[in-house]
């Protein structure tokens, strides 16, 4: 039997060579580590492993950077904080978001790629309130840092 075998630092992805979309090998996920692919013809002789023999290979880019957010807008309505941005760039998969309020507590909170707005709760009407925003890009990557602080009236 000969299985082919798209290989990456740290990823593998088989593919069958019978039935339907035999012979096609595809690029192991929509983004990897950036960096050579290898397809490796791997043999078996009675079900036992005998040789892999490289067949080909390509270099893969890295996933596309993600931007800080643009346009980071803190506004108050009581003891309510309304913080809105936009996308910047490269759509993201999410949105890392650490708060500070004035008493010095700090949250941090995950929010989806498509959201654009959060509401911040504080304690006290006027407290004041900081945001770091960061974008989150495909496998994980935080990208640069956008910022507002509303000050206490």
């Known amino acids: 039997m000969i299985e082919a075998v ?3 630092l740290m990823d ?5 060579l019978d039935g339907p979309g035999a012979g096609v090998v595809e690029d192991p996920g929509p983004y990897g580590i950036a960096g050579e692919r290898k397809t490796v013809a791997e043999f078996e002789e009675a079900g036992l ?20 957010p643009t346009n980071v807008r803190l506004s108050r309505d ?11 760039g490269v759509a993201p998969t999410g949105y890392d978001l650490l708060v500070t ?12 790629g498509t959201a654009r707005s959060e509401e911040i709760t504080t304690d006290l009407p006027n407290e004041s309130v ?4 960061r974008a989150i890009g495909p496998n994980d ?13």
């Not at 900081?130 to 925003?133: D, H, M, P, S």
Request: proline share 9%.
């Open 6 to 8: 798209v290989k990456a």
């Open 12 to 16: 593998e992805q088989q593919v069958g």
């Open 49 to 68: 492993p005998r040789v892999d023999k490289v067949v080909g290979s390509y270099g893969a880019p890295a996933p596309p950077a993600v931007q800080a």
């Open 130 to 133: 900081g945001v770091r925003i």
């Open 78 to 88: 009581g003891t309510t904080a309304n913080l809105s941005w936009a996308q910047g």
């Open 141 to 153: 990557v935080l990208g640069p840092t956008a910022r507002d602080v509303l000050t206490s009236a």
């Open 101 to 112: 309020t004035g008493d010095g507590a700090t949250t941090e909170t995950f929010l989806p």
